[in-house]
């Protein structure tokens, strides 16, 4: 069964015909359980991957290291739900270690993205520090390279 | 003037270049033609193998290796056949590093044959065996595997091939064209014709890891069969090296060795820096194998669906990364099919005809790409097809 959430986790666009082929599955039988992973929120979307950098736009993402003091009762939650409502906020996780959250967000300029730290992020209620990590880079995401590795020459043999 | 002819080997001359350079020279016209005629794996070999490599440059490990190949990367490779085939070979003796499958079969035919003898070699197959067999002065004799018997060789057909010439018998399965696999019990009829003759089995198993839905049984496995077979395999396709030239062979000790000694003049060692990157794979890549192969059946399986939606019937291949689908039904021939259905639709897959005698009829439509390329190819075909 997992072995359809790899697929698609592979290319989001593979169709259910596409992958009951491959596994040598009945076609009705892959929709039933793509559509009930759905349903369950195992698979939550089908974004694309996109460099934006090639479009020329621009654009600035940050990763902040977010520390934070526990509330009683509600713990972490409360400070990241507070946290994830923000449309800007790209990802979210409890981290162990040095930190608490990690917190991406892409703005259109550095001014931005330092903006809405200092005025959203970092005032909440229990957030006790901040740190915030530009992005410079982006070499792979997802599995994927983001430049093409260089083709080996064309040749023709027979084999 | 010299006459280049006559300066030229008459068995050397003889020897036919292969028919398919003309589809190369047609496909490098066509920038958006999809190839699935080339019998290699798509896959960059796994980084940490590659690494491998570049570190033991770095180290400076430059010079030859003994002939036979490094020491570390026998002992592993023995430890490797007995982990994955059940076969034991002493490192020291019974195993020797060749550069690709291909040397193998060269040194291990040229061991064998004198003037006059006879190798029997099923086809359709790999196009190498009988021009190796005739340079050396031999007879190549074909069997002609059949799509009825799911181009498996037969006992019977064995039996009726073999004379007192004959040297040796090539095994080439999971075979290339066809995608054939021999089971055990096949093996175990074309052992009982073998016993008691002095025919040497060369196993060219090469694909012996990409099998699906059951393990590959070596001719080496069956009992009495050890002493007379000598494995050639590689690490091309199973670990995608192909262009490290990394192969072996394994056999018995005094096969081998008289198998190195011409090694050792045509080649010396295998290449330094394929050997150190052969070690990490023979140590640490049954999981990238594993990975490719798991990828492999997913295109196979998805390809044999279309291919019977297209309306062409195929036998279910079990084992290397080719489908050989029988294009009778177009009424066109394999060299005419795979013509037209380059020019016009810039799909390239091979004749049949390419492979030998048998191969008419078929075609060798190769998996190794990715499933867009592939349902691309097939729509193309479709459309082909639709049109004739």
Redesign the interface.
Known sequence: MEEILKLLEEDGRYTAAQIAAMLGRDEAEVAAQIAEYEEKQIILGYPALIDWDKTGGETVTALIEVKIAPQRGDGFERVAERIYQYDEVESLYLMSGAYDLAVTISGRTLREVAEFVSAHLAPIDGVTGTATHFILKRYKDKHRLFSKLPEQEERMLFV | MIDYASALSGRVKEIQP?G?RKF?DL??GMPDAISLS???PDF?TPWHIRDAGIYSLEKGFTKYTSNAGLMDLRRELSRYMLRKFDLTYDPARQLLITVGGSEGIDIAIRALVDQGDEVVIPVPS??CYGPIVSMSGGNPVYIETKVENEFRLTAEEVRSAITPRTKAILLPFPN?PTGAVMERADLEAIADVLRGTNIIVLADEIYAELTYGGKHVSMANIPDMYARTVVISGFSKSHSM??WRMGYICGPAELIRQMTKIHQYAIMCAPTTSQYAALEAVKDGDKDVEMMRREYD??R??LL??LAEAGLSCFEPRGAFYAFPSIRSTGLSSDAFCERFLQEEHVAV?PGT?FGQGGEGFVRISYARS??DL?EAMNRLKRFLNRL
């Open positions: 292969s398919i190369f496909l490098e080339v019998g290699e960059v790999f196009v290339n192909t262009g997913y295109r399986h998805f669906e279309e091979v390419a499933i867009g349902a």
